[in-house]
């Protein structure tokens, strides 16, 4: 098994990754605050200027496959759907990001408010999958997905028993599986957006070495 050391800071991220230099991380893996959708006690509320955040998270990745994973859903208020995931997403192509795939976050659970009755609930969020250079720093397709003919031989071959992963992800949500720790629920927080730890997992097992 491998180990390796983890520094864990706490801090407003603007300021935090303004610490270090230039091309530090080989990718960068956040699930920003986005619109109202994010809601939990006062003291975690903070104000989210994403000019500067994206222009640090550009400046620390390597300048050659450095990757970022946004990972980002879309509000609806007063009756109208945000484009503030594919504005986010523009915004980096202007840096001089590489738009390199959409891994569709797919909620196994809807929102408390589902249906909306007048559109479709929205069972999906985008994880927008970035990169400077001219190539992406890795990708590992995840092959988890059983094979009906596996183990059946065809032209000489044998088919293998799981085949790769399409881009849309079907992940456990919700109280008791998105995390399996009752932090952000403890002393009457309810964190309505809280990132399923598996799919953390397998995006970094994908897009990591």
Same mark, same amino acid.
């Given at each position: $098994?491998?180990?390796?050391?983890?520094? &864990?800071?706490?801090?407003?991220?603007?300021? *935090? $990754?303004?610490?270090?230099?230039?091309?530090?991380?080989? =990718?960068?893996?956040?699930?920003?605050?986005?619109?109202?959708?994010?809601? /939990?006690? !006062?003291?975690?509320?903070?104000?989210?200027?994403?000019?500067?955040?994206?222009?640090?998270?550009?400046? &620390?990745?390597?300048? @050659?496959?450095?990757?970022?994973?946004?990972?980002?859903? +879309? @509000? *609806?208020?007063?009756?109208?759907?945000?484009? *503030?995931?594919?504005?986010? &997403?523009? !915004?980096?192509?202007?840096?001089?990001?590489?738009?390199?795939?959409?891994?569709?976050?797919?909620?196994?659970?809807?929102?408390?408010?589902?249906?909306?009755?007048?559109?479709? +609930? %929205? =069972?999906?969020?985008?994880?927008?999958?970035?990169?400077?250079?001219?190539?992406?720093? +890795?990708? %590992?397709?995840?092959?988890?997905? !059983?094979?009906?003919? /596996?183990?059946?031989?065809?032209?000489?071959?044998?088919?293998? $028993?799981?085949?790769?992963?399409?881009?849309?992800?079907?992940?456990?949500?919700?109280?008791?599986?998105?995390?399996?720790?009752?932090?952000?629920? @403890? %002393? /009457? #927080?309810?964190?309505? +957006?809280? $990132?399923?730890?598996?799919?953390?997992?397998? #995006?970094?097992?994908?897009?990591? %070495?």
């Amino acid at each position: $098994m491998k180990t390796c050391d983890i520094e &864990l800071r706490c801090g407003d991220s603007s300021v *935090v $990754m303004a610490e270090y230099p230039d091309g530090f991380f080989d =990718c960068v893996l956040t699930s920003p605050p986005f619109q109202s959708l994010r809601v /939990g006690v !006062a003291e975690y509320h903070s104000v989210f200027d994403f000019d500067v955040i994206s222009q640090q998270i550009h400046r &620390l990745l390597k300048a @050659e496959g450095g990757t970022l994973i946004w990972q980002i859903g +879309a @509000e *609806v208020k007063h009756g109208i759907k945000s484009t *503030v995931p594919e504005e986010n &997403l523009l !915004a980096f192509k202007k840096l001089g990001m590489n738009y390199h795939d959409d891994i569709l976050y797919l909620k196994s659970s809807l929102p408390f408010h589902s249906p909306t009755h007048n559109r479709h +609930a %929205n =069972c999906y969020e985008h994880c927008y999958v970035m990169y400077r250079g001219k190539k992406i720093g +890795a990708v %590992n397709v995840i092959a988890d997905k !059983a094979n009906s003919t /596996g183990g059946r031989i065809e032209a000489g071959k044998i088919r293998p $028993m799981f085949s790769e992963r399409t881009n849309a992800w079907l992940i456990h949500s919700g109280h008791n599986k998105s995390t399996l720790d009752n932090i952000s629920y @403890e %002393n /009457g #927080l309810r964190f309505s +957006a809280v $990132m399923p730890e598996i799919l953390t997992a397998n #995006l970094i097992t994908t897009f990591t %070495n």
